[in-house]
């Protein structure tokens, strides 16, 4: 199947700092990958579609401005999680589309984010 | 972000048994996707749907898209113990866009 990585898997930062995770698309171009977030015993919250070359389309509630997303590539977009807080900890799962038409929906490792 | 209602939010259950799980919607879907996650993973994408009506197996697993296209139902047979996670349905309304939302997960415990 296909392979979606993220980059880091987990990382620790202080707050008021800004995170970079990475989600890439090893086999296959995706011009649009999905951000979720989720919280312990939670289902996926969907955060944001980015798209290749034009500005993210963000969920209703999701600040843009903390959640900073680029998708630069076919095969790379990042979210950056900018003055981060402790209310910010979570896991944060990327998906990619290999095929527009089927939209079978394939998920990166995640990445745990613990905000001290 | 909407939600899909799925259910039993949990289930213990004894090696050997089958499993059933649903997931509804108010929404009409074209596209249904089945995902088990493990502790600390990413989902993993189990069976897709994108007919009404359709039944499509993958090895024990069995999913079905729900004639209404409003609901979602997956079957596991003969449940073995690593088979143990949560079982997250999703959903995309349109054709564009690949927006899929999800289920609030079915955590899944398989006792030897």
């Known amino acids: 199947g296909a392979v979606v990585s993220q980059h880091p898997s987990r990382v620790i930062c202080k707050s008021g700092t800004s995170v970079k995770i990475e989600c890439r698309s090893l086999?296959?171009?995706?011009?649009?990958m999905f951000w979720y977030r989720q919280f312990p015993k939670k289902s996926l919250m969907l955060m944001a579609t980015?798209?290749?070359?034009?500005?993210?389309?963000?969920e209703q509630g999701v600040e843009k401005d903390k959640f900073l997303i680029n998708h630069a590539s076919l095969t790379l977009s990042t979210l950056t999680v900018t003055s981060a807080h402790p209310e910010d900890s979570s896991f944060y799962i990327c998906?990619?589309?290999?095929?527009?038409?089927?939209?079978?929906?394939?998920f990166g490792e995640g990445s745990r984010l613990t905000v001290l | 972000g909407q939600q899909l209602n799925q259910s039993p939010q949990s289930m213990f259950i004894q090696e050997g048994e089958d499993v059933s799980m649903n997931c509804t919607s108010s929404s009409i879907f074209n596209t249904w996707l089945w995902y088990k996650q493990d502790p600390g993973e990413g989902p993993v994408l189990l069976i897709a749907l994108y007919k009404a009506g359709e039944l499509t197996s993958n090895g024990r697993l069995t999913a079905q898209f729900g004639i209404t296209r409003k609901d979602s139902f997956l079957n596991i047979s003969a449940s073995i113990p690593s088979d143990v996670g949560i079982y997250f349905c999703a959903g995309r309304r349109t054709n564009t866009g690949n927006q899929f939302y999800f289920g609030t997960g079915t955590s899944l415990t398989v006792i030897p």
């Open positions: 998906s990619a589309a290999r095929q527009v038409n089927t939209g079978e929906l394939f």
């Open positions: 980015s798209n290749e070359g034009s500005k993210a389309t963000y």
């Open positions: 086999d296959f171009q995706a011009t649009t």
